[in-house]
């Protein structure tokens, strides 16, 4: 095990992070925090969004940053825009927080919508990194990662697209899982009822990249209840984008008898609804980690996805992961074909809870935030 160091300071910039947003980013970023205080360390989140009385994350402070002219959800160029207008006095900010909490890192966790870009120095004695969960913007990589003196990603997928970008070593640093997964996870009995009469689910937030539209239209033919929980993020593509695509994925799931649409979950409420699931299938058209299925992992309840990202590797290249793979160009009646092939084999189901269970174990948030801290030591 590694030996925990004296406390740290660290600070996490995400400007739309809020409790229970449905977006990877914002639950990654909690639970790093997380893992950090329980670890006998200081993390402060500062974000610029609206926020609870209550934010719910014990041992984490939360921090407010002034960003005049954003209101959430935005895009990319609203967020530039007033990110450039608003540098200095946004520099000014961090610094303020960095001496009230005793900062020693600063983590901007996107090279946007974590500050990453931002002109201004951070204290000589303070760590600057930036954690790229994708590929940044080129008009924002450029400074950010000149900027950072560390640059984490959550994948290989992500650290072999940024071949090339940056002049600072890349570290792999997984996202954590923020809740724990022995509370939701289910007896083998239920497992099995599960297996046999369970609904399929599917959770994610209003994007055209997690290929929940394709999915809904393509749903014909399940014996079994589909049920899909949409939910709008802080960002969208332009504006209006997110509405437009709830509106369309409604229209779809009304067309096909069994598919039930619902709204946001708490994140508190994601692991047991995960867990009431026979199997999850997570649609996306491209993964940089994929957080949802790993959630689904931990509480054994196996996986269906296409072959894209880091999915592969989360949900495991070989043995038990390989059939719960499909090709991407077979498209939604193949993640179809792959459930149903689970579903009908109890020997199969049964090895397959157990394995992806087990597989995500290894992303408890205590583990993680040591390996955050070695990489930015």
């Not at 950090?36 to 402060?44: D, S």
């Not at 002219?69 to 007033?82: E, I, K, Q, S, T």
């Not at 400074?143 to 070593?169: F, I, Q």
């Amino acid at each position: 095990m590694i030996a925990h160091p004296a406390s740290r300071g660290v600070l996490l910039v995400l400007v739309s992070w809020t409790p229970d947003a449905p977006a990877g980013i914002e639950r990654a970023t909690a639970a790093l925090a997380v893992g950090l205080a329980r670890n006998g360390h200081r993390p402060v989140i500062a974000t610029a969004a609206p926020q609870p009385a209550h934010p719910g994350l014990p041992g984490v402070a939360i921090a407010r940053l002034q960003l005049d002219g954003v209101h959430f959800p935005c895009d990319d160029a609203v967020l530039r825009h007033a990110v450039l207008h608003q540098d200095a006095a946004l520099t000014r900010q961090i610094r303020d927080l960095i001496t009230e909490h005793r900062i020693d890192t600063v983590l901007f966790t996107d090279a946007l919508w974590g500050l990453g870009r931002l002109r201004g120095d951070v204290p000589g004695h303070v760590r600057r990194a930036l954690a790229a969960h994708v590929k940044p913007h080129t008009l924002d990589a450029g400074p950010a990662l000149a900027r950072a003196s560390r640059v984490l990603v959550p994948s290989a997928v992500v650290r072999d697209e940024l071949a090339g970008w940056s002049t600072r070593p890349v570290r792999v640093v997984p996202n954590a899982l923020l809740a724990d997964a022995s509370v939701a996870l289910p007896p083998p009995s239920r497992r099995e009822q599960l297996r046999r009469s369970g609904p399929v689910r599917v959770l994610a937030r209003l994007g055209p990249e997690k290929g929940v539209l394709d999915l809904l239209e393509a749903a014909t033919g399940w014996d079994r209840p589909v049920e899909v929980a949409l939910a709008e993020a802080g960002f969208e593509a332009g504006e209006g984008s997110q509405s437009e695509l709830l509106d369309r994925c409604r229209e779809a799931a009304a067309r096909t008898p069994g598919v039930h649409l619902r709204g946001a979950l708490a994140w508190d409420e994601v692991l047991p609804w995960l867990a009431g699931a026979a199997v999850v299938i997570v649609p996306s058209h491209q993964e940089t980690f994929g957080l949802v299925a790993l959630e689904a992992m931990s509480v054994g309840t196996p996986v269906v996805a296409y072959r894209v990202g880091n999915l592969p590797a989360l949900i495991g290249p070989t043995g038990h992961g390989e059939h719960l793979l499909v090709d991407h160009d077979e498209g939604p009646a193949a993640l179809h074909k792959a459930a149903q092939t689970i579903l009908e084999d109890d020997i199969l189901y049964a090895a397959t809870t157990q394995t992806v269970y087990r597989r995500a174990a290894a992303f408890e948030p205590r583990r993680i935030a040591d390996f955050f801290l070695e990489a930015v030591s």
